[in-house]
């Protein structure tokens, strides 16, 4: 029986790519969030939210690592599912590409 052999594409690769850039989205967005405290009184809700957003921010950089490297599917669907938190379409196409390439991952 011949083993098939796994074809390498870079929807991987542009998945994680697309997950580190909604992350960075994401911890920019947080800094920019929580500076406003000092310069603005800005509701509770989104203090909340610039003290999340940097946290999900990570763990999308951290899955898109993953992703890039065709490592740890699990944790580059983790990150892709922050990712789709920190910033939505970014997000949702890293997600879609990564579930495609499921099988190049080790």
Do not use: H, Q
Not at 17 to 40: E, R
Not at 55 to 80: N, Q, S, T
């Amino acid at each position: 029986m011949e083993s098939a052999e796994r074809k390498e594409t870079a929807l991987p690769v542009i998945g994680g790519v697309l997950n580190i850039t909604s992350g960075v989205f994401g911890l920019i967005g947080g800094i920019v969030l929580l500076s406003l405290i000092y310069f603005a009184k800005i509701p509770a809700f989104l203090v909340i939210l610039g003290i999340v957003l940097p946290i999900f921010g990570a763990i999308a950089i951290y899955g898109g690592i993953c992703a890039v490297r065709r490592e740890k599917f699990e944790w580059a669907i983790v990150g892709a599912i922050f990712a789709l938190i920190s910033f939505t379409i970014l997000g949702i196409i890293g997600l879609i590409l990564i579930i495609v390439a499921r099988d190049e991952f080790k």
